[in-house]
């Protein structure tokens, strides 16, 4: 169509989300993030070794019921995919969490989906094509990688015109993840040799919104522990980066991994309800998580403060 999405979701739209990010982050923030192994190997264990693992024991259940097979194998993919490179930055921001760990777990569970993702495709689904690696990877570096330096280093001139603007950073970025959606919408609704069937197509809605929300608590109570070492900041990027799953790395992949299946568009379409679905519930919990952060930190600056003596 005239939008051109092959070029202008591809390459300009995670770009520009990118740029947007190394425009608006805190060089000295990205920085210190880098240093916080601990939650990093959080957020990558468990969206890409525990997600993936939980899913699958989750459908041998689920295949003795009458719900589209096809569409069953569409869950194990959304549990294989890396983080996103855009929705879990763009809710972190707008909670106000830790957004500079949202980015770094962005740009390097997608790295690491480069390999492990494949990988698990074919370890929980089997395919016997052969996945270019290497022209994932280039891809992926010149959308994620370059876009984020070239907006820390033009960030660098414009800082004081930047606070002293304050451009609306969040609102672009959404607006961008927007045409990102709908556009994927359009590639694979307008296949005509899809075939859904309702039931099936509802029970499935509803075990995307299950597992996000079941997730998100875990992760939540896992990350809030007395012993976990995580601030606030840091449980919203968690909760935000180990649920979400990435639309614009994932439907790429299925189509290199699984090139010529004739259920390719079925596969594909618990990705598509995943990607918008998470955005949603998360955009509905924005004001709930940062009013609890909020408060959270309040608490534990209470906390810290040094006890003033009383004098009789």
């Not at 606030?232 to 790429?252: E, Y």
Request: with cysteine; proline share 6%.
């Amino acid at each position: 169509g005239p939008l051109k999405p092959e070029i202008t979701i591809t390459y300009i739209a995670v770009s520009a989300i990118f740029f947007n990010s190394g425009l608006s982050l805190k060089t000295e923030e990205l920085t210190s993030a880098l240093m916080h192994v601990k939650l990093h190997l959080f957020v990558q264990i468990f969206t890409l070794v525990f997600f993936p693992t939980a899913i699958w024991l989750f459908l041998q259940l689920l295949s003795i019921t009458p719900i589209n097979e096809w569409l069953l194998k569409g869950l194990q993919t959304v549990g294989c995919m890396p983080p996103p490179v855009s929705s879990a930055v763009i809710l972190t921001k707008a909670v106000g969490g830790n957004e500079a760990a949202a980015i770094f777990n962005s740009a390097f569970g997608s790295f690491l989906g480069i390999v492990i993702t494949p990988l698990l495709l074919l370890l929980f689904l089997g395919s016997s094509s052969s996945v270019p690696f290497t022209s994932i990877f280039s891809q992926l570096f010149m959308t994620v990688v370059v876009p984020l330096i070239i907006g820390q280093i033009v960030r660098r001139y414009i800082r004081d015109w930047l606070e002293r603007k304050k451009p609306p950073f969040g609102a672009i970025s959404s607006c961008v993840l927007l045409m990102i959606i709908y556009t994927t919408f359009c590639d694979t609704f307008a296949n005509p040799n899809i075939d859904l069937d309702k039931f099936s197509l509802i029970i499935i809605v509803f075990i995307i919104f299950s597992v996000q929300m079941s997730f998100m608590f875990l992760t939540f109570l896992f990350s809030t522990r007395n012993d976990s070492g995580f601030t606030p900041a840091d449980t919203v990027a968690i909760i935000f980066c180990s649920t979400h799953k990435s639309l614009t790395l994932g439907i790429p992949m299925l189509k290199i991994v699984f090139a010529g299946y004739e259920h390719l568009s079925l596969i594909s379409v618990p990705l598509l309800i995943y990607h918008p679905a998470q955005i949603l519930l998360g955009s509905l919990l924005v004001p709930t998580i940062k009013s609890w952060m909020v408060s959270r930190q309040k608490a534990l600056k209470l906390t810290r403060q040094p006890k003033v003596p009383v004098k009789v």
